[in-house]
């Protein structure tokens, strides 16, 4: 899947919902729904380990809620990243990729030096 295409088939979506409900996406609009989005998966994985209410849902429900939000966090990164011209492909060569051609420090704990690439 072509990670552009992606992003601009999910900005379609999302510039069509906001237009068909009046939302106005400004600028802190994008990193505020992915927060939201990051609230909404964080219950929904809760749920699906059982360490929150399942709210009457059977296993297959919360494995389904876990895997759509984890959709929608993916989705709402793609729109902020694109809000802010960052050339996902790129950066994620550069910050994560580059790491297989490099090996990565392993510094010890505490020396303030990350081990990976987060």
Do not use: N
Not at 11 to 23: D, K, M, R, T, W
Not at 45 to 57: C, E, F, H, S, V
Not at 75 to 88: F, I, M, N, W, Y
Not at 98 to 114: F, H, N, Q, Y
């Amino acid at each position: 899947m072509d990670i552009e295409a992606l992003s601009e088939q999910v900005e379609a979506v999302s510039a069509g919902y906001a237009a068909a409900f009046g939302i106005d996406r400004d600028e802190p609009w994008f990193l505020l729904k992915l927060q939201e989005e990051m609230g909404e998966l964080t219950q929904a994985y809760l749920m699906l380990r059982g360490l929150a209410r399942t709210k009457g849902r059977t296993s297959e429900e919360r494995d389904a809620a876990f895997r759509a939000e984890v959709a929608d966090v993916f989705c709402h990164v793609l729109l902020l990243a694109r809000a802010h011209d960052v050339d996902l492909p790129a950066e994620i060569g550069r910050k994560w990729l580059s790491r297989l051609e490099v090996p990565c420090r392993l510094d010890p704990p505490g020396s303030g030096a990350p081990p990976g690439p987060a």
